[in-house]
């Protein structure tokens, strides 16, 4: 993408760049070596420290553990978009009573950190005489959080709709019900889908926050199997953390062609400025870019919010 | 108001753990962001690839394991003894140079390719392409991201509640657990949390100021 930046390089170029490339393998190389250094000098490699993954048992509980956090996202997911179309619309709303306590209660719920929030719903809501279970203060904290940063990129795909659009829609006969559900909504969807799904990958990603209030999703086994026999403390980190990790790329790819896919669709080239061409589009989530194309340099917490 | 005044000692010592690991781990993720950025638009096929992989390896980490893997892996190697706030700064500063490093990807990407094109027509060599035409003017477009980075940070420290580090979201904990501490659970967490929405409210309203006052019209 970055071959604007230079040109081909020549013979002292390509010296300089084979310098770089070696001084790369080794800085890594020394870092990589010496964390395994260190892991074989305190004997993380022992079948000892393996043991405890030989269990049948311990495999059902992690798939059992993985079930937990599929389960917490899943619900997290489907609430935090019912949530975020419902901002996005009340804060788009003309009448004021409606606009502005949403505007503010989206802002709020942004600025509070998702883990704050999950232990308001999981410490704080016994002191009130009601006891949430650790499952629905996770599912919760996540809506509220997800949702309030979805709506402000579904209001940002809207807002960057050509206001002939609406104007068509009016005149066509709809009513505003029907123009924000026939003619923005489905556009503005299709346009920051890959902002969506991306935000999706978040969420995914705090569900391990649960493991701080105690629900028993995969990063709360790790940290109890790390008290097995042998104690496996990085080797249930790794173990688990490969599960996360795959989870995770597999979502991000799926943000990422959709992303591509958006790019090419000639549906998308009448709002897309100049969709091929566009010095601006680049490869890679980065939902700032979306984000600064298509809200016209509204720059919201949301792509990188959470835990981010 | 009692929970406040009566614990004003803890809340001093949250506030500034909370503020300490934000500014070293931003200084952190800062200055490891702006090597791996570098390293993603070079000109060397192998420093790209590393910035890719550690790129895409760490963004699809949760922040919980990469604390994970800090505070109670570290400990494992047989390494000199390093305090848990220290060891959570550098989880957080590691897992946000990654944000860091893509924004100004990003950045860098946003400056129109014409720019550099000219730049190299009059003869200039990659360095001086660099700081004199795009850097200049890809900083305008990083600093409002960058600032939500920053932002997101700050919200982040919140995951060092669960390694034991006393910053605010610890806060509940302590003053619950300490027999003769007034304050219940929910007003320790309502008002950590308006410290945070008040933080992050500042923290927006400069980046919005910047923003209006570097803002490129193209």
């Not at chain 1, 996540?142 to 709709?161: D, F, H, Q, T």
């Not at chain 1, 799904?197 to 569900?207: E, S």
Request: hydrophobic share 55%.
């Amino acid at each position: 993408m970055s071959s604007v930046l230079y040109d081909v390089p020549g013979p002292r170029a390509i010296a300089r760049n084979r310098i770089l490339a070696v001084v790369t393998v080794a800085v890594v190389a020394a870092v990589v070596g010496f964390v395994v250094y260190r892991m074989a000098a305190t004997g993380q490699f022992t079948a000892d420290k393996w043991y405890v993954f030989t269990f049948t048992n311990v495999w059902m509980s992690i798939f059992k553990a993985l079930g937990q956090t599929l389960g917490a996202f899943a619900l997290a997911a489907v609430l935090s978009l019912a949530l975020g179309f419902v901002l996005a619309i009340g804060r788009l709303s003309e009448h004021a009573w409606v606009r502005v306590p949403v505007t503010v209660l989206t802002e709020l719920f942004r600025a509070v950190p998702v883990l704050v929030f999950m232990m308001l719903l999981y410490y704080g809501l016994p002191v009130l005489g009601v006891r949430m279970d650790p499952y629905w203060a996770v599912v919760l904290g996540l809506m509220v959080y997800n949702g309030s940063v979805l709506a402000e990129a579904l209001r940002a795909g809207i807002e960057s709709l050509p206001k002939g659009q609406r104007e068509a829609g009016y005149a066509i006969g709809l009513r505003k019900s029907g123009v924000m559900a026939f003619i923005l909504l489905p556009q503005a969807i299709r346009a920051m889908l890959p902002v969506i799904v991306a935000q999706l990958v978040v969420t995914l990603k705090d569900t391990a926050l649960g493991f701080i209030i105690t629900y028993p999703e995969l990063l709360y086994y790790a940290k109890l199997l790390s008290s097995q026999q042998g104690r496996p403390i990085l080797q249930s980190a790794f173990v688990i953390g490969a599960i996360y990790i795959a989870m995770c790329l597999i979502l991000s790819g799926v943000a990422k062609w959709l992303e591509i896919r958006t790019r090419h669709s000639p549906k998308l080239k009448g709002y897309t400025p100049g969709a091929d061409d566009d010095p601006r589009v680049h490869d890679g989530t980065v939902t700032e870019v979306i984000a600064m194309q298509r809200g016209g340099g509204k720059f919201d917490a949301g792509g990188v919010g959470p835990t981010l | 108001m009692n929970v406040i005044f009566g614990n004003l000692d803890l809340w001093g010592e949250a506030i500034g753990n909370t503020l300490l690991v934000f500014f070293v781990g931003g200084i952190i993720a800062l200055v490891l962001g702006i090597i791996v950025g570098a390293m993603r638009v070079s000109p060397v096929p192998i420093a790209r690839a590393v910035g890719t992989v550690y790129v895409n390896l760490i963004r699809n980490t949760p922040l919980t394991l990469v604390f994970f893997f800090f505070v109670f892996g570290y400990p494992q190697l047989g390494l000199p003894d390093l305090s848990n706030t220290v060891l959570g700064i550098l989880a957080i500063g590691i897992y946000t140079a990654t944000y860091v490093a893509e924004v100004l990807r990003a950045g860098i990407s946003t400056v129109p390719v014409g720019q550099a094109e000219a730049a190299r027509a009059i003869g200039l060599p990659f360095g001086q392409v660099m700081t004199l035409v795009i850097l200049p003017q890809a900083f305008r477009t990083v600093v409002p991201p960058m600032m939500s980075v920053f932002i997101a940070l700050l919200k982040n420290t919140t995951v060092a509640a669960g390694f034991s580090i006393a910053e605010l979201a610890a806060l509940r904990a302590t003053i619950n657990d300490a027999p003769d501490r007034p304050g219940n659970p929910m007003e320790v967490l309502l008002w950590v949390a308006v410290v945070f929405v008040v933080l992050v409210m500042v923290m927006s309203t400069i980046q919005r100021h910047l923003e209006n006052k570097w803002r490129i019209v193209r």
